[in-house]
């Protein structure tokens, strides 16, 4: 990582708890990642597989494609799954899949 970046550090740890423990004396920005279906009705519900297939994905995205920047986070699309800045903060990025009927 270049000297003038800001450093990043993104939890994509499948358990909470680790989140929690660690994430205080981590040292930089850190980023929680939630993967959200939509439903017919418009809620949106975890699925608790797809959850861990998706951060396996991401990571594997991260690490293929060099990606050194929130904002190329942002454009990766995973099997449906976007980025989506209604729901998404500083510190939680949802990447959510759209209801298809």
Sequence with gaps: MKENYPQICLLITFDLFLNKKWGNSIRGKIID???KEEKED?????VGY?????RGKL????????VESIDEIKKIDLDGYQYNKEHSNENEFYFIKPFEK
């Design 50 to 54: 797809y959850v861990k297939h998706n």
């Design 33 to 35: 990642f939630y993967f």
């Design 59 to 66: 990571l594997n995205e991260l690490v293929k494609n060099q």
């Design 42 to 46: 418009g809620s949106l519900k975890t």
